[in-house]
């Protein structure tokens, strides 16, 4: 008995299971290789639905013989959108059960099915889905999702992300729902670069009340700041140290909002907290909230996260669900040994990769088993290197990922080492806290040190991914820093890579030094 579960928005994702089991979560960005990718309600449209749907189909069905579905699970906006595309979302799916969820709701069981709790108060916030923007649950294995309220009042994940409009840091995207998704990430980055500044507060906080729906609204809404700040007006772009600062002082307020609306709503800081939905890719507040009370940030809490969601959801499991590599294979697997064969590559030793790594400073991309699903790479679709090699994030962004010189890279370490390096202790798998690196160390890993001391941190035990420990165990015995700078690998613009076609592209095209394909490394030059 199979079953499915699909969100159509941007970030779309099909998740499929086979009686209770979930085999995969396929990524829509990654197969059709554009990143943000959405289906039938999102605009602008890259592909036509029906060749989308169509082409996910195909995938299962040559995977895993599936033609039919015993239940199909959607979002109620997807049903909303099969309803103006097609005649039948059951005839389409071959299903005879189509189960909608609310979209919030799917973040909440997205996040919670893969904590450590048996019960939790969940708050999903984001730039708003068809039930609210902002809402506070309670949730338990035995009982299930109960609505505790939904804040209306602001949308800080809109206000927020909207900044990166007008600011000259920041490379802007061509289309305004892809800059609405790719901008916070690189804010994050800024804020370091910054300091608050008390005269700018009052004019954030106004800027951050209300909603703002649409590009005219937003605009509005800025201008006004943009006066209230006594800012030029026209097409002015925040530059130099008030850029810095006013997306400094932005994050404060974000911080501040959310403050007062999780006290009002769960004053209990005892009682275990589950953040999810876009805004908690915002690691700067997730990592301030950690401190307060026992916390918990999914591998992928934003719109990816919604079909797993949905199915977990359904399926309810009685323990954690574990989604870290639970993405696909290499989609042209089977050409592996002919790539192998042109190319000589050879089987290599950890050892040896250690050494290339650190003795000689290499770049290495990585491509092994199945892809992670997130918005992070967590080893299996990583770019690896060695964080203390002198100017080696200059030289990474010369060379290889052409990012803005404010965007910080992130080490993976072993998790009995964490407290080691950085100021932590515990689990931070998923690259969903930033922890201050400990001041000895910071000369020595310059690399992965952000102007603020902070580190976007992974780590990972033998059991999580074996490879990646051991790696991290050969390199720490032999070179006395047990920590790898890892970043997504993936050609500029796209989405993480996932084809041993791309990852070769990438060696020949770029200046990586390498590439590990599952447990063959290809040099440069060979």
Same mark, same amino acid.
């Given at each position: 008995?199979?079953? =499915?579960?699909?969100? !159509?928005?941007?970030?779309s *994702?099909?998740?499929?299971?086979?009686?209770?089991?979930?085999l995969?979560?396929?990524?829509?960005?990654? =197969?059709?290789?554009?990143?943000?990718?959405?289906?039938?309600? @999102?605009?602008?449209r890259f592909?036509? #639905?029906?060749?989308g749907?169509?082409t996910?189909?195909?995938?299962?069905?040559?995977?895993?013989?599936?033609?039919k579905f015993?239940?199909?699970?959607?979002?109620?906006?997807?049903?909303k959108? @099969?309803?103006n595309?097609?005649?039948?979302i059951?005839?389409?799916f071959n299903?005879?059960?189509?189960i909608p969820?609310?979209?919030?709701?799917?973040?909440?069981? &997205?996040s919670?099915?893969?904590?450590?709790?048996?019960?939790?108060?969940?708050?999903?916030?984001?730039g708003? %889905?068809d039930?609210? &923007?902002?809402?506070?649950y309670?949730?338990?294995?035995k009982?299930?999702?109960?609505l505790?309220n939904?804040?209306g009042?602001?949308?800080?994940?809109?206000?927020?992300?909207y900044?990166?409009y007008?600011?000259? !840091?920041?490379?802007?995207e061509q289309l305004?729902?892809q800059?609405?998704?790719v901008y916070?990430?690189?804010l994050?980055? =800024?804020?370091?670069?910054?300091?608050?500044?008390e005269?700018?507060k009052d004019?954030?906080?106004n800027y951050y009340?209300g909603?703002?729906?649409?590009?005219?609204?937003?605009l509005?809404?800025y201008?006004k700041?943009?006066?209230?700040?006594?800012?030029?007006?026209?097409?002015?772009?925040?530059?130099?140290q008030?850029?810095k600062d006013?997306?400094?002082? !932005?994050q404060f307020v974000?911080?501040?909002v @959310?403050?007062?609306s999780?006290?009002?709503?769960?004053?209990d800081?005892?009682?275990?907290?589950?953040?999810?939905?876009?805004?908690?890719?915002?690691i700067?507040?997730?990592? +301030?909230?950690?401190?307060?009370?026992p916390?918990?940030? *999914?591998p &992928?809490?934003?719109?990816r996260?919604? !079909?797993?969601?949905?199915?977990?959801?359904h399926l309810? #499991?009685?323990?954690? @669900?574990?989604?870290?590599?639970?993405?696909?294979?290499?989609?042209d697997?089977?050409? =592996?040994?002919?790539?192998?064969?042109?190319?000589?590559a050879?089987?290599?030793?950890?050892?040896h990769l250690?050494?290339?790594?650190?003795?000689?400073?290499?770049i290495?991309?990585?491509?092994?088993?199945t892809?992670?699903?997130?918005a992070?790479?967590?080893?299996?679709?990583?770019?690896?290197?060695? #964080?203390?090699?002198?100017?080696?994030?200059?030289?990474?962004?010369a060379?290889?990922?052409?990012?803005?010189?404010y965007?910080?890279?992130a080490p993976?370490?072993?998790?009995?080492?964490? &407290?080691?390096y950085?100021?932590w202790? %515990?689990?931070?798998?998923?690259?969903?806290?930033c922890p +201050?690196?400990?001041?000895a160390?910071?000369?020595?890993?310059?690399?992965?040190t952000?102007?603020?001391?902070?580190?976007?941190?992974?780590?990972?035990?033998?059991?999580?991914?074996?490879?990646l420990?051991?790696?991290?165990?050969?390199?720490?015995?032999?070179y006395?820093?047990?920590?790898?700078?890892?970043?997504s690998?993936?050609?500029?613009g796209?989405?993480?890579?996932n084809?041993y +076609?791309d990852a070769?592209?990438?060696?020949?095209?770029?200046?990586m030094?390498?590439v590990?394909l599952?447990?063959?490394?290809?040099?440069?030059?060979?």
């Open positions: 008995m199979f079953e =499915l579960s699909f969100y !159509s928005g941007h970030n *994702s099909f998740t499929i299971a086979e009686d209770g089991k979930i995969e979560v396929l990524d829509i960005e990654r =197969l059709i290789e554009i990143k943000n990718m959405g289906l039938a309600w @999102f605009e602008p592909i036509h #639905p029906a060749h749907y169509k996910v189909l195909n995938y299962f069905k040559k995977k895993y013989g599936v033609t015993d239940t199909v699970l959607c979002n109620y906006s997807d049903l959108a @099969f309803s595309e097609f005649d039948s059951y005839e389409f299903t005879k059960k189509v969820f609310w979209h919030q709701e799917g973040h909440a069981y &997205n919670f099915y893969q904590s450590p709790f048996d019960e939790a108060h969940v708050l999903s916030f984001d708003g %889905g039930d609210g &923007n902002y809402n506070y309670k949730i338990d294995r009982n299930g999702l109960t505790l939904k804040d009042r602001s949308n800080i994940g809109e206000k927020y992300a900044l990166g007008h600011c000259d !840091s920041i490379k802007q305004p729902l800059g609405m998704l916070p990430g690189k994050m980055g =800024l804020v370091g670069y910054g300091q608050v500044v005269e700018y004019a954030i906080r009340v909603h703002h729906w649409n590009s005219e609204m937003r509005d809404n201008k700041l943009q006066d209230a700040l006594k800012l030029p007006v026209g097409d002015y772009k925040l530059n130099g008030i850029e006013i997306v400094a002082t !932005s974000f911080e501040e @959310f403050d007062k999780l006290y009002e709503n769960i004053s800081k005892e009682s275990n907290l589950v953040l999810t939905g876009g805004c908690a890719m915002n700067l507040n997730n990592t +301030r909230v950690a401190k307060t009370r916390t918990f940030v *999914s &992928n809490p934003d719109d996260g919604l !079909s797993l969601g949905f199915m977990l959801g309810k #499991p009685e323990e954690p @669900f574990d989604s870290t590599y639970i993405g696909p294979e290499p989609f697997k089977e050409t =592996l040994s002919k790539y192998v064969h042109q190319y000589n050879k089987p290599l030793r950890l050892r250690a050494d290339e790594l650190f003795l000689n400073h290499k290495i991309g990585v491509v092994r088993g892809m992670e699903h997130g992070r790479a967590l080893g299996n679709r990583s770019i690896l290197c060695h #964080p203390s090699a002198p100017n080696m994030k200059d030289t990474l962004n060379k290889v990922k052409n990012r803005e010189y965007r910080p890279f993976v370490v072993r998790l009995e080492d964490v &407290n080691k950085f100021e202790e %515990g689990e931070t798998r998923w690259m969903s806290f +201050r690196v400990r001041t160390w910071r000369d020595r890993l310059k690399a992965i952000h102007v603020d001391g902070t580190a976007r941190v992974q780590t990972v035990t033998r059991e999580q991914n074996e490879w420990y051991d790696l991290l165990t050969v390199i720490a015995y032999h006395e820093v047990g920590v790898l700078l890892n970043t690998f993936n050609i500029a796209k989405p993480i890579l084809t +076609r070769i592209w990438m060696l020949e095209n770029t200046q030094d390498g590990f599952e447990d063959f490394y290809f040099s440069k030059g060979k």
